[in-house]
Structures are given as C-alpha cells and as structure tokens.
C-alpha cells in the first residue's frame, strides 16, 4: 500500500499536578507538548504516530514537514523496517540521535498502527502479546517542594500505585519519599544526569538503605558507559537508555556493563522497529528491561503494547499528571496502579479531531 501524505500536529496540552510548578528542559512548563504524526494510505486507512518532543518538539515537527515526511510520500507503507532504514541512510547527516530520528520514530509507530489495522489485529498481537493488562509506575514531575513530594506520594499511594518514580536529585526528598510511601511501595529515582561519578558513588553511599529499585541517569554525560558501569553492585541498581539512539551505541552501552535496568525509547530510537531490537539485544545481554515512556499518546499506547510482550512483566512509565482534556479519549485509563493493553486494530485508540484542533499550536 502506498503512502499518500504524511502530516504532523503540535499540540500544547494543559495539565494539572499535585506536584507543584514546573520546569521542562530548563524552561518553565504547566503544557505537556505532544508532536502527532499522521500517515494516510491509497486504500484509506490512517495511523497515528507520537515523535519527541517537549520543548524542542518545533525543531521534530520541521524535520517531519520539511525532510523525512516528503521522503515516505508514494513509498510503500508495508514494508517498514526497510522503509525506516532507507530514511534513516538518506537523513543520517543530521545525526543518528536528534529531530531526525525523532522524526523517523513518530512515523515508525503510525506505520505499525497501519499495519495493524491493514490486518484486523493490534500492534501487541503483530508484536507477540502475552497478555492483556499491565503493572504501570507513576512517574512525577521534579516537585517545586518538599510539601509537594510529600503529598504526591499520598496520591500516587491512594490511586493503588506499587511503584512511584521521582524525579529528585536531594537525599533528603529521597528520604522523604520513602517515608511518604512506607517499605512496601516500590521507589525508583530519575536524576536526569547530575553528578560526576564520584559525586553519584556518595549519594547512592546515602541512598543505600532505602532499597530503591533503581537509580536513573546519575552521572553526566549520559555516554558515560564506564562511569555507570562504576556505579554497578554498589547496592543499588542503575538505570539509563533514553538518551541513547542508535542500535550500536546501546551495543556499546550493553558492552560496558552499564546498566541493571535498560531504558530505550519508543519515540526517541527510531520507533517500535528499532526499540524491539534492543529489547532484543538487552535479553541477549541478560539485562531486564523497562521502556522509557514520557509520551501521553500513540508514543504511550506503543509502549504499552511492546510492553505486553515483554516477559516477566515489568511496569510501564506514565507521567503522573492529569490533562485537562486527552487527544485520546479512548485511552485505558490506569487504575489500580495497572492498564488494560488496548486490543487493537492497530494501537488500538484514534484521536478527537475536535480536541486536536482545540490545542494545536500553529
Ligand atoms: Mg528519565
């Protein structure tokens, strides 16, 4: 089937947190950006794609506009890991991370929702479900205080979440957290590349006790594989993937020893092609792996259903924020800390034009 035209829609999305103001790559945030793309096809069907994203969403949605969309136009939709890597051979100048591959991610996932709805099945079923509903973790926002970590993890507690991610990089809010939440909750913590390697070793040292289930990112730059790889059997797993994109740099990073926990994805790598050969590569490696998911759409709904196939089950990432209003109202809501993987065609949920139109940013 050929593809007939590839549009991408920027949407500004209002959201409420118990977490207080907020900060997104360094700016000033209370929208969620989130950057659609849709594919159409000759025999009138539609997929939906999510590509990264936040505040640098503008410079992905030129590359989708202006490079990597005019390049899919008339190709053949059906075929998409060839199709994926021609693009990527064609863009790969602009670099094998970045809006370019951003762009490529975004549409990868809306040519497996096509795939899936060319073939009556959901993406989780083209993939191999093994089963139908999963454990997901709320993922806080940095919290603007200490107040407001406290009463996150009341809520996160109340909604019947078994795990919470912070995204805090004091020992104290740490600390706090655990309180919050009692022993039983499971406690992870995304510090988003701080420290040196040594200034990590002292706070997992302080961290020690609080049996966190891992400890994203600790140390700058986040390709410092054998920094990382230095952190390892101190007593706390360590976590990284989302800033890696290429197939060879997650060999490298498998290479050094990394990582306890692997973090690729879906809509920064190159899409659910891209991401289902490191999970892959990760299962070679014996390293667990938990999909990376700051996506609240078609990025949220692939994730889920790569999800289902992973075995054991592992927990989903979602932001633990409230939109005021969701592109897709359709979406399996969480409750019970769990979702259902929604079962298709496809990925399963379409868009409200209505809401669309409504935060579209132009
Ligand atoms: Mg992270």
């Given amino acids: ?28 945030s209370n929208t969620l950006s989130m950057l659609l793309v849709r ?25 989708i506009d202006s490079l990597v969309g005019p390049l899919i136009v008339g190709e053949d939709a059906d075929d998409i890991a060839a199709l994926t890597e021609t693009v990527r051979r064609k863009v790969h100048l602009f670099g094998l991370s970045g ?37 997901v973790y709320a993922s806080f926002l940095r919290c603007s205080s200490e107040e407001a970590v406290e009463k996150t993890c009341v809520s996160a507690l109340e909604h019947g979440y ?8 004091t020992v104290e809010r740490m600390q706090l957290a655990r309180r919050s939440l009692g022993p039983s909750t499971a406690l992870a913590v995304d510090t988003n590349c701080p420290w ?19 400890i994203e990112e600790p140390v700058w730059p986040p ?46 790598v190159g899409g659910i092609t ?8 990760a299962n070679d490696n014996g390293v667990e792996a938990i999909p990376h998911c700051g996506y609240m759409g078609p990025g949220y709904l ?39 993987v929604p079962h298709g065609p496809g990925l399963g949920c379409e868009p409200d034009m209505r809401v669309v139109e409504r935060w579209q940013v132009t």
């Fill in 196 to 214: 040196t390697v040594e200034q990590a070793k002292r706070v997992l040292s302080d961290v020690g006790d609080l049996n966190l289930r891992w």
């Fill in 39 to 63: 594919i159409r096809t000759t025999d009138g069907l539609t997929g939906w794609g999510e590509a990264f994203g936040h505040a640098g969403a503008v410079a992905t949605k030129a590359m």
């Fill in 274 to 281: 891209t991401l289902l050969e490191i999970l892959a590569m």
């Fill in 162 to 169: 078994e795990t919470v991610k912070l995204h805090e990089i």
């Fill in 99 to 135: 809006p370019a591959v951003y762009a490529i991610s975004g549409i990868d996932i809306a040519l497996w929702d096509l795939r899936g709805k060319r073939e009556g099945r959901s993406v989780s079923d083209l993939i191999g479900r093994r089963r139908g509903d999963l454990p």
């Fill in 223 to 268: 390709d410092d594989y054998e920094g990382l790889a230095r952190l390892r059997n101190a007593g706390t797993p360590i976590s990284a993937g989302e800033n890696t994109a290429s197939v060879n740099d997650f060999r490298r990073l498998l290479a050094a020893g990394a990582v306890d926990v692997l973090q690729p994805s879906v809509s920064k």
């Fill in 302 to 340: 692939a994730n889920l259903h790569i999800g289902a196939s992973i075995e054991p089950a592992v927990p989903m990432e979602r932001l633990y924020i409230e939109l005021e209003e969701t592109p897709f109202p359709t979406m399996p809501a969480v409750i019970g800390g769990r979702t259902a």
């Fill in 1 to 28: 089937m050929k593809i007939e035209a590839v549009d991408s829609f920027l949407l500004s999305l209002p959201y409420r947190t118990s977490g207080g103001f907020h900060y997104i790559a360094g700016r000033p």
